[in-house]
């Protein structure tokens, strides 16, 4: 299908609903990390792809100050006031946009008004960013259609961040935003989250392998309460490991040899949860250069030592996703796998040679119902671009 085939029902759609075409339309997609978890906060190092499953909106400006937005998706209308814009409670999708409308005009820009649709395909909730994508999305579209031109492409993507931050009023680090407004096709991206400097990395073997993601199906109930623990307890390592490194600012900057010479005296839990953001941020650079240097023998490798110590040390898995990981590496095709995300439950992601990857979905869903009487779900990926502009054709074919 070419990219255009999937705009004409937006379009006709939009045509529908609001009586006249679009002009305009973006696209941003979702993501996955493979490698680097629960580093960002620790200002770290994290190395996710964008996928190819994503949001777009196509829009028309109109003269009155308002955003009359309709999701595809939910069936459903609402209007947003620029001049008062308060987050809804029961459309609570049109947050991610308008979140973004209230910080660009709180950062002094002024968007005028203007009719869209939204449409999206990534599984809400399952840990790919759903909602940064559709963020990322509305930003792109805002600069476009009202000239605002200024804004970088990195700025836009912190813009979408506060939205989510402030708007939403979810505290989430940058690499949704910045990998749905920066990825590249078939390639990862290396971010290091303290100074965003980010580094886009060719997946190997173009055409032979895909990223498969595969949903547990178990909804993320503790991530909150948990993750926030998580976070604590980085926060009182780091000030443990203060005492013996007074310059350091963040975990990230206690490299293994440092970590090594002192970590007899850190007490557990805090010692598991050091220990494996100190590795799980060697493991993403070390990840990075490998898939630069084609190995992905050591790329699956530092995958499975990943899984293990997020298991193990940090203890963020549950015995859903070992299950599914378990059986991903019992299958010869398959290159590497760990769980992705926050933990809990949501997903794992495996990195599979394409010729074995019907026989390593029904080896995941095999083990799976047996153990669980559950059936997961597979997206098949390879690393996607970032956002862009949609082809709107002037003439539109009649429907
Ligand atoms: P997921 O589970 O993909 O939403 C969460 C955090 C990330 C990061 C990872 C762990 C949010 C919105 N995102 O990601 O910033 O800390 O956990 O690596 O909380």
């Given at each position: 299908?070419?990219?255009?085939?999937?705009?004409?029902?937006?379009?006709?759609?939009?045509?529908?609903?609001?009586?006249?075409?679009?002009?305009?339309?973006?696209?941003?997609?979702?993501?996955?990390?493979?490698?680097?978890?629960?580093?960002?906060?620790?200002?770290?190092?994290?190395?996710?792809?964008?996928?190819?499953?994503?949001?777009?909106?196509?829009?028309?400006?109109?003269?009155?100050?308002?955003?009359?937005?309709?999701?595809?998706?939910?069936?459903?209308?609402?209007?947003?006031?620029?001049?008062?814009?308060?987050?809804?409670k029961?459309?609570?999708?049109?947050?991610?946009?308008a979140?973004?409308?209230d910080?660009?005009?709180?950062?002094?820009?002024n968007p005028?008004?203007?009719?869209?649709?939204?449409?999206?395909?990534?599984?809400?909730?399952?840990?790919?960013?759903?909602?940064?994508?559709?963020?990322?999305?509305?930003?792109?579209?805002?600069?476009?259609?009202?000239?605002?031109?200024?804004?970088?492409?990195?700025?836009?993507?912190?813009?979408?961040?506060?939205?989510?931050?402030?708007?939403?009023?979810?505290?989430?680090?940058?690499?949704?935003?910045?990998?749905?407004?920066?990825?590249?096709?078939?390639?990862?991206l290396?971010?290091?989250?303290?100074?965003?400097?980010a580094?886009?990395?060719?997946?190997?073997?173009?055409?032979?392998?895909?990223?498969?993601?595969?949903?547990?199906?178990?909804?993320?109930?503790?991530?909150?309460?948990?993750?926030?623990?998580?976070?604590?307890?980085?926060?009182?390592?780091?000030?443990?490991?203060?005492?013996?490194?007074?310059?350091?600012t963040?975990?990230?900057?206690?490299?293994?040899?440092?970590?090594?010479?002192?970590?007899?005296?850190?007490?557990?839990?805090?010692?598991?949860?050091?220990r494996?953001?100190?590795?799980?941020?060697?493991?993403?650079?070390?990840?990075?250069?490998?898939?630069?240097?084609?190995?992905?023998?050591?790329?699956?490798?530092?995958?499975?030592l990943?899984?293990?110590?997020?298991?193990?040390?940090?203890?963020?898995?549950?015995?859903?996703?070992?299950?599914?990981?378990?059986?991903?590496?019992?299958?010869?095709?398959?290159?590497?796998?760990?769980?992705?995300?926050?933990?809990?439950?949501?997903?794992?992601?495996?990195?599979?040679?394409n010729?074995?990857?019907?026989?390593?979905?029904?080896?995941?869903?095999?083990?799976?119902?047996?153990?669980?009487?559950?059936?997961?779900?597979?997206?098949?990926?390879?690393?996607?671009?970032?956002?862009?502009?949609?082809?709107?054709?002037?003439?539109?074919?009649?429907?």
């Amino acid at each position: 299908m070419n990219a255009l085939d999937k705009t004409l029902p937006l379009i006709k759609a939009f045509i529908e609903k609001f009586d006249r075409p679009p002009i305009m339309g973006v696209r941003a997609p979702g993501r996955v990390n493979l490698i680097g978890e629960h580093t960002d906060y620790n200002m770290g190092f994290v190395f996710p792809a964008a996928i190819e499953k994503e949001i777009r909106i196509v829009a028309s400006p109109i003269s009155a100050p308002e955003l009359r937005i309709y999701s595809m998706n939910f069936d459903e209308s609402v209007t947003v006031p620029l001049t008062d814009i308060r987050p809804s409670k029961d459309k609570s999708w049109s947050n991610y946009i308008a979140g973004v409308a209230d910080e660009l005009i709180k950062s002094g820009y002024n968007p005028g008004g203007c009719e869209m649709l939204v449409w999206g395909d990534i599984p809400i909730g399952s840990g790919l960013s759903s909602s940064a994508a559709m963020e990322v999305a509305a930003a792109c579209l805002f600069r476009r259609l009202f000239n605002l031109s200024d804004i970088s492409d990195r700025s836009l993507a912190l813009l979408a961040q506060k939205a989510e931050n402030n708007f939403v009023g979810v505290n989430c680090g940058i690499m949704d935003q910045f990998i749905s407004m920066m990825g590249w096709d078939n390639h990862a991206l290396l971010i290091d989250c303290r100074t965003l400097n980010a580094m886009l990395v060719p997946m190997p073997r173009r055409g032979e392998i895909s990223i498969v993601i595969c949903d547990s199906n178990i909804r993320r109930k503790l991530t909150g309460s948990e993750y926030n623990r998580r976070r604590l307890e980085c926060e009182e390592g780091l000030n443990l490991l203060k005492k013996q490194f007074p310059t350091i600012t963040a975990l990230r900057d206690v490299l293994p040899g440092m970590w090594e010479e002192v970590e007899h005296t850190i007490p557990d839990p805090i010692r598991k949860r050091c220990r494996h953001v100190i590795y799980e941020n060697q493991r993403a650079l070390d990840g990075a250069e490998a898939l630069e240097n084609n190995d992905l023998e050591f790329f699956g490798e530092l995958m499975k030592l990943s899984h293990i110590s997020l298991r193990d040390d940090f203890e963020v898995s549950c015995p859903e996703l070992d299950c599914l990981v378990r059986a991903a590496w019992g299958v010869e095709e398959c290159c590497g796998s760990r769980l992705t995300g926050a933990g809990f439950g949501g997903c794992t992601v495996s990195i599979v040679k394409n010729e074995g990857i019907e026989k390593f979905k029904k080896r995941l869903t095999e083990n799976y119902v047996k153990e669980f009487s559950i059936e997961p779900n597979f997206i098949v990926s390879q690393a996607a671009s970032g956002a862009s502009l949609l082809r709107i054709p002037s003439a539109i074919p009649a429907f």
